[in-house]
């Protein structure tokens, strides 16, 4: 941080904690847009594919996992909503038990 004599360096420390601020709340509204979009994912490929058995449940996962995985800007979305938020916050946000199969296939993603 540079000094200023402005008040003692009030403005830019002042300017530091408002650029962290609004990188905060880029980071969960990306989270928040993330989940949303996985969440509708999920859900419809659930109304069509049956999920009653843990194979059932991994074959949706994984179908989701190819959609995210052909639309780049949903893929880079999750995973930079996966980085800036955490696996836990991402977890809550979506509220479905597929998300935790569907994380551990786009962390493989992300050790590739």
Do not use: C
Not at 1 to 12: K, T
Not at 61 to 68: P, R
Request: overall charge negative; aromatic content about 6%; cysteine-free.
């Amino acid at each position: 941080m540079r000094s200023s004599n402005f008040l003692g360096g009030f403005a830019e420390t002042n300017y530091g904690n408002m650029v962290e601020t609004q990188h905060n709340y880029a980071a969960q509204t990306n989270l928040v847009e993330a989940a949303s979009q996985i969440q509708q994912l999920l859900k419809q490929l659930e109304e069509t594919n049956p999920t009653s058995t843990e194979t059932e449940r991994i074959i949706v996962a994984a179908k989701a996992a190819d959609e995210i995985k052909n639309n780049p800007t949903l893929k880079a979305r999750v995973i930079g909503a996966l980085k800036s938020g955490g696996k836990e916050a991402f977890k809550e946000a979506v509220d479905n038990p597929l998300v935790n199969i569907l994380i551990a296939i786009i962390e493989g993603w992300q050790e590739a």
